[in-house]
């Protein structure tokens, strides 16, 4: 990397390269010219020393010429100083005004030396820039994702009212059970993606205080009972009775999601859950009976909408948002959640520091 001086350390040495230059060029020309003229005769020694407060014609060539090169040295020396300022400049303004025209790929280029202000300025814009784009894209991506979640229970409530009052369904019990799963299906996607907002905005708020994990846990397993027995799932607990530190809405939320990703697509078996304390850690384990996700998937695993094809056709296939939601809690507390497999069997480990410093 080269090295780059400041602005300031570059006007300072301008400055007084032109102020060297000017000097030693008077110096020079003053004994040039005076010298010239000593010899052709057009004054004499003695005649400047007795009128030396008078302006010979020789002093009007010595002062003229001068100010005339001292000029040249100054502007030529100005001119290459602002042209390093300049250029950047413009590259900057270029790709501004690209980026105002919506071609959000723009970016300001230049790799000549510049001070070191100019280069953080093109690396910080260019850095702006490319956050910019992604933005913009993952927005597109994210409206695209929305739009088709919504679509099916919009359509699905939609044809069902209408035919209500077309008298093409009969408005039973059964039939609105199903309408009122549609409506809490587009509600735990709006909290989703409100939940998701606010941990990216880092406005996600965190209430800690120490609480008993197992009463948690029972009341998120009492209100999925009946569909952990339709899956056929039997949940095994080995819990720790140390009391845990942490956000207990934001810890039944994760269950919550965690255990209905179980639900959804785990095979018929037991569902471990398992707690422990040490080394002020707290480490939270889920396993299941697989099938698990292969290698290649599990990069994308926390991903918003991320989907396996083959869980689509599941009876209860979510939105997607699920996992996601659950790894931007987990980061806003500064902790940590991994996927791991042991032969078919699945085990999301999550771990959250137990520091009551958070508490502030």
């Not at 060297?20 to 004499?44: C, D, H, P, Q, R």
Request: hydrophobic fraction near 45%; charged fraction near 20%; charge should be neutral.
């Amino acid at each position: 990397m080269k090295y780059k001086l400041g602005i300031s350390k570059q006007l300072f040495i301008a400055l007084s390269i032109v102020n060297l230059s000017v000097t030693l060029f008077s110096i020079l020309m003053g004994y040039l010219v005076y010298n010239y003229a000593l010899e052709k005769g057009w004054i004499t020694l003695s005649s400047i020393q007795e009128d030396w407060t008078s302006f010979h014609l020789v002093d009007w060539i010595w002062l003229c010429t001068v100010i005339f090169c001292g000029s040249m040295i100054s502007l030529v020396i100005g001119m290459h100083l602002a042209k390093r300022f300049i250029i950047p400049i413009n590259f900057l303004a270029e790709a501004a005004k690209k980026i105002s025209q919506g071609d959000l790929s723009a970016r300001a280029y230049d790799n000549r030396v510049h001070s070191a202000e100019m280069s953080e300025l093109l690396y910080n814009f260019n850095n702006m820039a490319q956050k910019l784009e992604v933005s913009v894209k993952n927005a597109q991506v994210w409206n695209a994702a929305i739009a088709h979640e919504l679509r099916t229970p919009i359509t699905i409530l939609q044809g069902r009212l209408q035919g209500i009052i077309d008298g093409v369904f009969k408005p039973d019990e059964v039939l609105f059970k199903s309408l009122l799963n549609q409506v809490e299906g587009l509600s735990h996607l709006v909290e989703d993606l409100r939940t998701l907002r606010l941990v990216e905005n880092q406005q996600l708020r965190l209430n800690y205080e120490l609480f008993d994990f197992k009463s948690v846990l029972e009341k998120v397993l009492n209100a999925f009972e009946d569909r952990l027995q339709q899956a056929k799932l039997v949940p095994e607990l080995d819990l720790t009775t140390t009391p845990v530190f942490s956000d207990r809405r934001r810890i039944e939320q994760v269950l919550i999601a965690l255990i209905d990703n179980a639900i959804r697509y785990s095979n018929a078996g037991k569902l471990k859950i398992s707690s422990v304390v040490d080394s002020q850690n707290w480490t939270l384990k889920i396993e299941d009976e697989g099938p698990g996700i292969a290698t290649e998937f599990r990069n994308d695993l926390f991903k918003p909408f991320f989907r396996l094809e083959e869980s689509r056709n599941k009876e209860f296939g979510g939105t997607g948002l699920g996992l996601a939601v659950v790894h931007a809690i987990i980061v806003a507390m500064k902790g940590t959640i991994e996927y791991s497999s042991q032969g078919p069997k699945s085990i999301f480990t999550i771990k959250i520091s137990m520091g009551h410093e958070e508490m502030g």
